[in-house]
């Protein structure tokens, strides 16, 4: 058959028809509303019917019929069998008339031929071209039940409904309008088919007559059974058609003409019988035309089955081409977590399970996703309610942040899933495990790049030169291991976002994230203040010799010990018993707490420092290190002061333990 789409062979009318319904297709795809999967030419199977398949969903294809006739299809008698007596009995008469004319034997073997065609005509010789599609239609036979795809309809396209489609007088004329209104009695709720049959109304029974004689239907029930199959649609002229796409391009596009002129010559060029176009790669194709407002979107789907999952979305238009790899994990981490953009839709069509402990399913690492959207952007989650709830449970009810800080999440409810075109499958356990994966790394990636930019914008407002040059020496030391390692930073932002007495799962690394990169940065900053000015070159985030180890908390606000169910408080509020645990690091670096050390000491474990070695008392770390005049070194302190207040703490200590040693060797 003629390849439909091809530029040279495809009438404007035709063209347009196919650009109204994918830019129809296109509005609903990246607005995030279901929209068919794919468009095609000349396939389907189904002949007459092959001009163009729309691929609804696996199930469903939908095959249009495009007629541009603004005449009469046929001037014969609406019962074919009327017109094929009539005709018989013209034959029969023009040769009756040559009788008296003087007998030719070439003539006499033509109008043999002639009255032989008369009589016995092949059974499609006088079908006008809507009959061939509807003949098809009536003869198509439904697939076996299992078959994809398990649905089919069919829609005759139009330019107007008062085509005569029969009519040999005024009187008989039949016309699309009449079918049309036939096809609606046939698709009305509670239709009674014996009713119809017997309706006295003469465009009823005329297009009945015309469907059963000319069109290979047997009776009522089976052009009614074929009717609810159908849809017929009025268009209107090349400038109705033209209009409509326009105004669906309008939404999304900057220049809809240009883009409609763009979305024809892609049709013309790209779509033959042996591919098809999808809702993504047309709009791949048109991404240089799209408004830079415009909402993107990221969806997860689990099948209803609850085994596979789909990804797919907007979310990668204007990136660059990933070589094959549909929807990668770091195109959807880079796109949702990245600064500056807005309107980003993620949708999560599953509904909640609490995770098994250890295990990093793909569940909780969209959820991870989900809690650090940026400003601008929504999380639409199937059964959103316990979504919230299950998220509340996991993190203690809260990010670490504040008291409310899981109250503002930006997650409406949504029960409806999106069909597209292209998306990567993920069809076993072990798929499921490597996305979930290859969704934390791509989370640890963005948020160590953005906590480096974080730490060196914050680095670059110290004032004092020598404190400056020890922290970028630091700094130099530390990044290329952090970066390089990420075992190890990913051990350290646990350490800092999950203090181990909480009892939460920290291998989710749900607190980890944009939203907590300030409690992040701080405990960085922190850290480095804390080497620099205590163990200079030597110090280390895990340890500064020959002090000991470092524990650094980064939290402001906890949930408490693991069986405590006080609900989220600012961290000084607990004991630091509570909070350590009875054997602590000997340096303990608490980063989101504002109040001294001084403050912090549990009465419990000791009354003061000199208490503190005593035997009976339980540990606590040599140096507490807290906000309260360590982080203000920053902007208004000096190495010098820095080194000499760290040192005043050290010895304090070394005091106050020998102290404790020489009492304890005096008996006392």
Excluded at 533 to 555: K, M, Q
Excluded at 587 to 609: F, H, P
């Amino acid at each position: 058959m003629i390849k439909r789409f091809r530029l040279e062979q495809k009438g404007r009318y035709e063209k347009l028809v196919i650009a109204r319904r994918l830019s129809d297709m296109l509005d609903k795809y990246l607005d995030g509303r279901p929209a068919p999967m794919f468009i095609g030419a000349e396939q389907g199977g189904i002949p007459q019917w092959d001009d163009v398949v729309v691929q609804h969903t696996e199930e469903h294809w939908e095959h249009l019929q495009i007629k541009r006739q603004t005449t009469c299809f046929s001037d014969k008698h609406v019962d074919k069998e009327a017109f094929l007596q009539s005709r018989e009995k013209k034959a029969k008469g023009d040769k009756a008339g040559e009788g008296s004319k003087p007998s030719d034997p070439v003539d006499d073997a033509d109008v043999a031929v002639d009255t032989d065609a008369a009589k016995d005509p092949a059974d499609d010789q006088f079908d006008s071209e809507l009959e061939k599609v509807m003949k098809s239609l009536a003869s198509w036979q439904a697939p076996a039940s299992g078959a994809k795809p398990s649905k089919r309809t069919f829609t005759l396209h139009l330019p107007g409904l008062d085509v005569a489609i029969k009519g040999h007088s005024k009187a008989h004329i039949t016309t699309i309008n009449h079918l049309r209104e036939f096809w609606d009695s046939c698709n009305k709720d509670g239709l009674s088919v014996g009713d119809l049959s017997q309706r006295d109304d003469n465009p009823t029974q005329r297009v009945y007559t015309w469907l059963t004689t000319w069109c290979g239907f047997r009776d009522w029930s089976h052009v009614v059974e074929k009717m609810q199959m159908l849809s017929i649609e009025s268009l209107g002229d090349e400038t109705e058609l033209e209009t409509a796409a326009l105004a669906s391009l309008d939404r999304h596009f900057l220049n809809s003409r240009t883009t409609l002129s763009l979305l024809i010559d892609y049709i013309s060029d790209n779509t033959t019988d042996t591919n098809v176009i999808s809702c993504y790669s047309a709009a791949k194709q048109l991404q240089n035309m799209l408004r830079p407002s415009f909402q993107t979107w990221t969806q997860y789907l689990l099948n209803p089955l609850g085994q596979d999952w789909t990804v797919t979305g907007t979310h990668d238009l204007d990136g660059p081409d990933t070589g094959g790899s549909v929807n990668p994990a770091s195109q959807v981490v880079s796109h949702h977590w990245k600064e500056g953009a807005f309107n980003r839709q993620l949708r999560l069509h599953a509904g909640y399970r609490s995770p098994s402990p250890g295990v990093t399913a793909l569940p909780s690492a969209i959820l991870r996703l989900a809690l650090h959207l940026k400003a601008g952007s929504h999380g639409l989650l199937l059964g959103e309610p316990v979504w919230r709830q299950g998220v509340d449970q996991e993190l203690g009810s809260t990010l670490g942040i504040g008291e409310a800080d899981l109250d503002d999440l930006p997650w409406i409810q949504n029960t409806e899933s999106l069909s597209c075109g292209l998306g990567r499958p993920i069809t076993s356990q072990l798929d499921n495990r490597r996305e979930s994966a290859a969704l934390h790394d791509a989370m640890n990636e963005v948020v160590w790049q953005q906590l480096q930019n974080r730490v060196e914008q914050k680095m670059a407002k110290i004032t004092d030169l020598d404190l400056l040059t020890a922290m970028e020496a630091m700094w130099r030391e530390w990044k290329p291991e952090l970066s390089a390692d990420q075992t190890a930073r990913q051990s350290l932002f646990e350490q800092l976002m999950y203090p181990q007495t909480e009892g939460l799962d920290a291998k989710h690394a749900l607190r980890i994230g944009p939203r907590t990169l300030e409690l992040l940065e701080v405990a960085i900053l922190m850290l480095m203040l804390t080497c620099v000015g205590l163990g200079g070159a030597d110090a280390h985030w895990r340890a500064i010799p020959p002090i000991g180890d470092i524990l650094s908390i980064a939290l402001r606000h906890w949930s408490g010990g693991a069986t405590d169910r006080g609900g989220p408080r600012l961290i000084s509020e607990d004991s630091l018993r509570v909070v350590l645990g009875q054997s602590p690091a000997p340096v303990v670096v608490l980063s989101g707490v504002e109040a001294s050390a001084t403050c912090l000491r549990d009465s419990g474990m000791a009354d003061d420092r000199a208490a503190e070695h005593s035997m009976a008392a339980e540990r606590q770390p040599r140096l507490l290190i807290t906000r309260f005049q360590v982080y203000s070194q920053l902007q208004r302190g000096t190495l010098t002061s820095l080194q000499e207040y760290f040192k005043k703490q050290w010895n304090e200590w070394l005091i106050e333990r020998d102290a404790a040693i020489n009492a304890c060797g005096k008996g006392q």
